[in-house]
Nanobody, 124 residues
Framework: QVHVVESGGGLVQAGGSLRLSCEASGRTFSWSTMGWFRQAPGKEREFVAGVWWGTGSTNYADSVKGRFTIARDIAKNTVYLHMNSPKPEDTAVYYC?????????????????WGQGTQVTVSS
């Protein structure tokens, strides 16, 4: 079993910056990928960014490409989401996820382990 716990959400002004953290715990090599999703009120949960744990390669949703950066710290079993120049439309609950499948799918169904979520609110 893998547990993931997010932290770092809060209120940020548009154009500012915010960093989310997610620590995973469980058996070593229990996950191949880690990523971030978000869900705004009345909308479906959507993929934001993901990283292959072994190689560090990344993948981003078009809506955040060039603004958000995902990075991992293997020694700390932690993945970060650096949110630069956030926009009001980035306001959502952000969820961390870990997956066993090495393909790093962008659908919710492709990920097995989820955190409780952390609220991010971007003010204009």
């Amino acid at each position: 079993q893998v547990h993931v716990v997010e932290s770092g959400g809060g209120l940020v002004q548009a154009g500012g910056s915010l960093r989310l953290s997610c620590e995973a715990s469980g058996r070593t090599f229990s996950w191949s990928t880690m990523g971030w999703f978000r869900q705004a009120p009345g909308k479906e949960r959507e993929f934001v960014a993901g990283v292959w744990w072994g190689t560090g390669s990344t993948n981003y949703a078009d809506s955040v490409k060039g603004r958000f950066t995902i990075a991992r710290d293997i020694a700390k079993n932690t993945v970060y989401l650096h949110m630069n120049s956030p926009k009001p439309e980035d306001t959502a609950v952000y969820y961390c996820a870990a997956g066993r499948d090495s393909r790093l799918g962008t659908s919710v169904e492709a990920w097995e382990y989820w955190g409780q979520g952390t609220q991010v609110t971007v003010s204009s």
